[in-house]
């Protein structure tokens, strides 16, 4: 992990599966508050964390802050995230249940994708992130996530619906919100990827919608 430029970071008992994993995620974006290791950092109005449970059993990772993100410091709270959390209520689960957070912390001009310079220096923060949370499942929204975090270059609809395995913790690649917004006949799609998923975590099994 250190060859990767994870030494920055704070590691702290608490990482992993350590007694506090919330004081963790505190920590590491209380060290990483004023980052300006990329451009991004310039022009930015919050940098966007990541919410919800530390946790979590199911972590969702979706690409980098768009405006509304980048005002309010929260993820997926624009149409996106609506969408994003319709989908986690169909699986009988709240936002407050999972977590949620991207590939970059900070918004790219444009909503273009991030670059990969932006990305090598922004990733650390998520796999330390995930190393903390140490989910039993991670679904990658979107194929810049997905190919992120697999290291590959296959598109999503090769790499949805089926676990691959990031650092021992499966993973399932699915659509992102933004492209279900642009095609909703890929809805039903999602949904297979999200009912494995509940499959996995034990949930009961739901009819989505
Ligand atoms: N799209 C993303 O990938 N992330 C967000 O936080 C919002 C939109």
Request: aromatic residues 6%; neutral net charge.
């Amino acid at each position: 992990m250190e060859s990767i430029g994870l030494d920055y970071l704070p590691r702290g008992e608490a990482v992993g599966s350590g007694p506090d994993p919330g004081r963790a995620l505190d920590d590491l974006k209380e060290a990483i508050s004023d980052c300006h290791r990329c451009p991004l950092g310039d022009n930015r109005t919050n940098l966007v964390f990541g919410v919800g449970d530390p946790q979590a059993d199911l972590v969702f990772v979706g690409e980098a802050p768009g405006r509304d993100e980048d005002l309010k410091g929260e993820p997926f709270v624009g149409k996106a995230g609506q969408m994003l959390t319709r989908i986690i209520r169909a699986m009988g689960l709240e936002r407050n249940d999972v977590y949620i957070c991207n590939v970059n912390k900070c918004r790219p001009p444009g909503n273009r994708d991030p670059l990969p310079s932006e990305v090598q220096a922004c990733s650390p923060l998520l796999l330390r992130q995930l190393e903390i949370i140490s989910p039993t499942v991670i679904c990658a929204l979107g194929s810049f996530a997905a190919r992120t975090l697999l290291m590959t270059e296959t598109r999503i609809s090769q790499l949805r619906g089926r676990f691959h395995t990031f650092n021992g913790i499966p993973l399932m690649p699915t659509y992102h919100p933004s492209f279900l917004l642009r095609n909703p006949h890929a809805k039903k799609e999602v949904w297979k990827d999200m009912q494995m998923i509940m499959e996995i975590m034990g949930l009961p099994g739901k009819s989505g919608d």
